[in-house]
């Protein structure tokens, strides 16, 4: 699952957009309620999966011995497919 559906599946994206809604979010963690610390774990539990899968990869890339090429190759495609929003520099993300 993309992290953005679990934000979907949660109820938490903007309507006809994949944006998080940050202030229904916010909002929806801020309750002292057991509905609250659920979907804290939730999302904890999703961005947890995100960074496993990044850690794994540069591992993986560095102990097959990647060319340096190879893995730039793959930054730039990784930077190229992320949406662009303003103010974001490319340069900076890498």
């Known amino acids: 699952m993309r992290l953005t559906d679990v934000f979907a599946a949660l109820g938490l994206r903007t309507p006809g ?22 979907l804290q774990t939730t999302i904890v539990q999703a961005l947890r999966g995100v960074l496993s899968a990044a850690v794994a990869l540069a591992e993986n890339a560095s102990l097959a011995g990647a060319r340096q090429s190879a893995t730039h190759l793959l930054r730039d495609s990784v930077i ?5 929003r303003p103010g974001f520099d490319a340069r900076r993300a890498t």
């Open 17 to 38: 957009s994949t944006a998080i809604d940050v202030p229904r979010l916010l909002h929806d963690l801020d309750q002292q309620t057991a509905a609250a610390a659920q």
């Open 80 to 84: 190229a497919a992320v949406p662009r």
